[in-house]
Nanobody, 121 residues
Framework: QVQLVESGGGLVQAGGSLRLSCVASGSIFRINAMAWYRQAPGKQRELVAGITSSIRTNYADSVKGRFTISRDNAKNTVYLQMNSLKPEDTAVYYC???????????????WGQGTQVTVSS
């Protein structure tokens, strides 16, 4: 019923920037919190940044001061601006959203397919 599609990943040199986007579509009544996670080869998936409906944000310590999460409720879209990228930021980045479906009581969690970010030294 709901699909999350990420875009904006790619290859970038250390110190460079990328902006990821995630668009939600489907029978959405409203979206509560949205977040970005990442998973590097051989590592567990970790939370990178989250944003609530009240625009409160939180970040992993490793990305504070470098990454910025934002959202556009009218477009059902969340963004992740990544600056001063480091090789250790290399991972598949996944969009996550807590969604209230139209005509349904309760909240469901959805994940995107992921987008690859590779940072070269």
């Amino acid at each position: 019923q709901v699909q999350l599609v990420e875009s904006g990943g790619g290859l970038v040199q250390a110190g460079g920037s990328l902006r990821l986007s995630c668009v939600a579509s489907g029978s959405i009544f409203r979206i509560n919190a949205m977040a970005w996670y990442r998973q590097a080869p051989g590592k567990q998936r970790e939370l990178v940044a989250g944003i609530t409906s009240s625009i409160r944000t939180n970040y992993a310590d490793s990305v504070k001061g470098r990454f910025t999460i934002s959202r556009d409720n009218a477009k059902n879209t969340v963004y992740l601006q990544m600056n001063s990228l480091k090789p250790e930021d290399t991972a598949v980045y996944y969009c996550n959203a807590n969604v209230v479906l139209a005509g349904v009581v309760g909240v469901e969690i959805y994940w995107g397919q992921g987008t690859q970010v590779t940072v070269s030294s």
